[in-house]
Each structure stands twice: as structure tokens, then as C-alpha cells.
């Protein structure tokens, strides 16, 4: 069974530059699973942040940027700001059909 | 442009409970619909994937044979049909657009409280 692995937790200075990474359980992530990142705050649906790996969606800041990082998918934020505390979930497409989110980062901004 | 789910509540197990969501300001049959549920704390869980013409639909192993998905193109809904619902299935449950021709979301409705408890 495989599965989509993300740290559970990250924390961050304001202004400092945190990377989340998204990997798999066995083997390497690359574009061709088609990497996606979504942020959630408490009691709020997912937005979309990034898809296919490098592309972010309308309105997302340029604060935020998507790419592959040795064997796994990364989310990087350059200048936190108290307000990207939140949840942040990648989304693998692993075929057939299949996409999997893994378990989620939660960033702290402290 | 815009995704509104209805439909849940508070059910005892083994219940039944059928979930809409009803698309808006956009062309719903051309696109495949998802169903996405978080428990309490826990991490999000693609549970569906409907084809746009509703012929294909891919479900998660943990529903197989209790959940059935569907859709109406001339109401721009969709459906989830919950049958012999556990506790684990305590979730909101967030209707979602797959991008046309990819595979990610790009837009999300706010989500439906479904609570299955005695």
C-alpha cells in the first residue's frame, strides 16, 4: 500500500523561508505524479496553492513556489507571514485514476 | 463559480444519507467531481472521482460497496449515496472539481458535516 508522506509538523520564523516536502513511502516523486498543494485553516475548506509541480493557481502569492527536491515534491515559502499558519496537504497522482493526499504539515509561524 | 454541498446531518450507524452539491457558473459537464472527506484532526481523503458523463467512477477501497456516486449534468449536481455508515465515516465531507484534463482540484465547495453516532 503506498503512501504519500509529509512531516507533520514545521515552524518558521516570520520572514524566514520554510520548505514541506511530500514524498512517497517507496520510491521518488517526480513531475509525472503531478504534484499539487493545498492550505487549510480550521474550519476552512482546502485552497489550491500549486499544481502540476511548479504552477501556482490564481491569486496565490509568489511567496509560495512548488518544485522537485531530490526524490520528493516540495512546497517552499519565502517571507512567512503569520497568516500561512495553516495545514498544508500534498496530492499525488499515482495512477489509474488514483490521487492521494498525504497526512498533512502543520506550519507554525512563531 | 461556486460548489454548495447539502445534505448532511447527524445519523446512527448503519444509517443512510445521501449528500448533493450543486455546481454553479460554470460548465458541470465538463468536468469530473470528487468527494473529499476529513474526519476531526485527521488529514484529507479523496473518497471519489466521477467522470464528467458519469459513465466512469473511481472509489476508495474504505466505501467500496457501501457509497455510490452519481450525477445529474441537467441539475449540475452531484451525488453521494451513503449506505451502512460507520463511525469512522464522522467526517465534512467537501465536494470537489478536478481541473479539466489533470489531476488536481482547483475548486472546492465549504464542505457538509456528516455525524454518524448512537
Known amino acids: 500500500q503506498t503512501v504519500v508522506t509529509q512531516e507533520p509538523s514545521f515552524s518558521v520564523s516570520p520572514g524566514g523561508t520554510v520548505t514541506l516536502t511530500c514524498g512517497l513511502s517507496s520510491g521518488s516523486v517526480s513531475a509525472a505524479y503531478y504534484p499539487s498543494w493545498y492550505q487549510q485553516t480550521p474550519g476552512q475548506p482546502p485552497r489550491t496553492l500549486i499544481y502540476?509541480?511548479?504552477t501556482r493557481s490564481s491569486g496565490v502569492p509568489d511567496r509560495f513556489s512548488g518544485s522537485i527536491l531530490g526524490n520528493k515534491a516540495a512546497l517552499t515559502i519565502t517571507g512567512a507571514q503569520a497568516d500561512d499558519e495553516s495545514d498544508y496537504y500534498c496530492m499525488l497522482y499515482l495512477g489509474s485514476a488514483i490521487m492521494m493526499f498525504g497526512g498533512g504539515t502543520k506550519l507554525t509561524v512563531l | 463559480v461556486q460548489l454548495l454541498e447539502s445534505g448532511g446531518g447527524l445519523v446512527q450507524p448503519g444509517g443512510s444519507l445521501r449528500l448533493s452539491c450543486v455546481a454553479s457558473?460554470?460548465?458541470?459537464?465538463?468536468?469530473?467531481m470528487n468527494w473529499v472527506r476529513q474526519a476531526p484532526g485527521k488529514a484529507l481523503e479523496r473518497v471519489s472521482d466521477?467522470?464528467?458523463?458519469?459513465?466512469?467512477?473511481y472509489s476508495a477501497d474504505s466505501v467500496k460497496g457501501r457509497f455510490t456516486f452519481s450525477r445529474d449534468n441537467s441539475k449540475n449536481t452531484l451525488y453521494l449515496q451513503m449506505n451502512t455508515l460507520r463511525v469512522d465515516d464522522t467526517a465534512v465531507y467537501y465536494c470537489?472539481?478536478?481541473?479539466?484534463?489533470?489531476?488536481?482540484?482547483?475548486?472546492w465547495g465549504r464542505g457538509t458535516l456528516v455525524t454518524v453516532s448512537s
Open positions: 466521477t467522470t464528467s458523463s458519469g459513465y466512469n467512477t
Open positions: 502540476g509541480t511548479y
Open positions: 470537489a472539481r478536478r481541473a479539466w484534463n489533470s489531476w488536481y482540484f482547483d475548486l
Open positions: 457558473g460554470f460548465s458541470f459537464d465538463t468536468y469530473a
